[in-house]
């Protein structure tokens, strides 16, 4: 049954992937996520069913539009792959628990705005309320089931906590983090505040451990100037991604 969970989130993963490029595209443009239809970028024809496999379709026609013979950027298969992975993660970390449909969700958001980020240096807010009201929902039908409410009411506590530290820093100098990063603090709050305070903490700490390293291992390499901001986004997100799949081990000698 293990088996069944993994090939089913790494399938769900795939056409999940396949929404988040979607995302990723329209919103940073101010378009509808729902219409009009996928379509070629280059010379606008529609794409059809068939060509609209997750990762499958990319292979195929060999990362070119079936008309016009155009590119299609890597990005679609490579957020469609990263998204099943991490999926699989989910499944592998959780197993057959309540609380996967809300990791899947924070995840999910997660890859969606750190690319967005890279791309725009900017979290929208349309992405990052919608998965704190996903990702909320999860974590409260997972409470009504399992009837673990004082988890949850940690977990609300984590994230206004994680939220008042951001805003104040966000208002003592707007140059240190974007108030995209303050809103996303309630989410990672909230999702690893369900895991533990501690998880809360590691999350913070390697976001900030991977921050600095990158960020100054990119100015040492001449790829960014010293004052130029950093996608915070992606690094709170891989210090998340830390935290939820290294965490009980990292934790385990303060147990």
């Known amino acids: 049954m293990f088996t069944v969970l993994i090939v089913g989130c790494a399938v769900l993963g795939l056409l999940i992937g396949s929404f988040l490029n979607v995302v990723i595209y329209r919103v940073p443009r101010n378009d509808s996520i729902v219409s009009p239809r996928s379509a070629c970028p280059s010379c606008a024809a529609p794409i059809a069913a068939r060509d609209n496999v997750p990762l499958l379709s990319w292979l195929v026609l060999r990362g070119h539009c079936r008309h016009c013979h155009a590119s299609i950027d890597v990005r679609y298969p490579i957020v469609e792959l990263a998204t099943a992975l991490l999926f699989v993660g989910v499944a592998i970390r959780f197993g057959f628990n309540w609380d996967v449909p809300a990791f899947l969700?924070?995840?999910?958001?997660?890859?969606?705005?750190?690319?967005?980020?890279?791309?725009?240096?900017?979290?929208?807010?349309?992405?990052?309320?919608?998965?704190?009201?996903?990702?909320?929902?999860?974590?409260?039908?997972?409470?009504?089931?399992?009837?673990?409410?004082?988890?949850?009411?940690?977990?609300?506590?984590?994230?206004?906590?994680?939220?008042?530290?951001?805003?104040?820093?966000?208002?003592?100098?707007?140059?240190?983090?974007?108030?995209?990063?303050?809103?996303?603090?309630?989410?990672?709050?909230?999702?690893?505040?369900?895991?533990?305070?501690?998880?809360?903490?590691?999350g913070f700490f390697a976001a900030n451990l991977i921050g600095a390293v990158v960020g100054v291992a990119l100015i040492i390499a001449g790829t960014i100037e010293r004052n130029r901001p950093i996608p915070y986004g992606v690094v709170l997100s891989l210090g998340a991604g830390v935290s939820v799949f290294a965490g009980p081990a990292l934790l385990a000698p303060f147990h």
Not at 121 to 129: A, D, E, I, N, W
Not at 159 to 169: H, K, M, N, R, T
Not at 183 to 202: E, Y
Request: hydrophobic residues 65%.
């Open 105 to 202: 969700l924070l995840f999910a958001g997660l890859l969606a705005l750190s690319w967005i980020d890279v791309e725009h240096l900017v979290l929208p807010k349309r992405v990052v309320y919608a998965q704190l009201v996903m990702v909320a929902a999860a974590l409260l039908a997972d409470a009504l089931i399992t009837h673990q409410w004082q988890r949850l009411l940690e977990a609300v506590a984590c994230s206004i906590g994680w939220f008042a530290l951001f805003f104040i820093l966000n208002l003592i100098n707007p140059h240190w983090l974007g108030f995209g990063d303050v809103r996303l603090a309630l989410v990672l709050g909230l999702a690893l505040g369900w895991l533990g305070f501690g998880d809360v903490v590691l």
